[in-house]
């Protein structure tokens, strides 16, 4: 009986270890394809915020006096670094 729950116990640790990489492996991918997506994503059609220089989808861009931020703190503090 003693031996059962040892084997059960190591199948369930087995399977939780598996599926914890499995998760890892996929939030990794992820991460690495958006980061590609980045890199190979135009600037055309993009808007570039005045303060840091980030390039973001003019949608999500903040307009304030005629220049583009990438965030309400941003605009606040004006173009230049
Ligand atoms: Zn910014």
């Known amino acids: 009986m003693g031996k059962l729950l040892f084997w059960v ?3 369930v640790a087995a399977l ?11 939030k990794g991918h992820r991460r690495e ?14 808007v570039r915020c005045a ?6 989808p003019p949608s999500e861009a903040v307009r304030r006096k005629g220049y583009n ?11 230049g670094k």
């Open 9 to 11: 116990f190591v199948i």
């Open 16 to 26: 939780l270890v598996a599926r914890i990489a499995a998760r890892s492996a996929v």
């Open 33 to 46: 394809s958006r980061r590609a997506d980045a890199s190979r994503f135009p600037a055309d059609g993009m």
């Open 51 to 56: 303060h840091c220089g980030i390039h973001l």
């Open 69 to 79: 931020y990438c965030s309400l703190a941003h605009s606040l503090k004006g173009p």
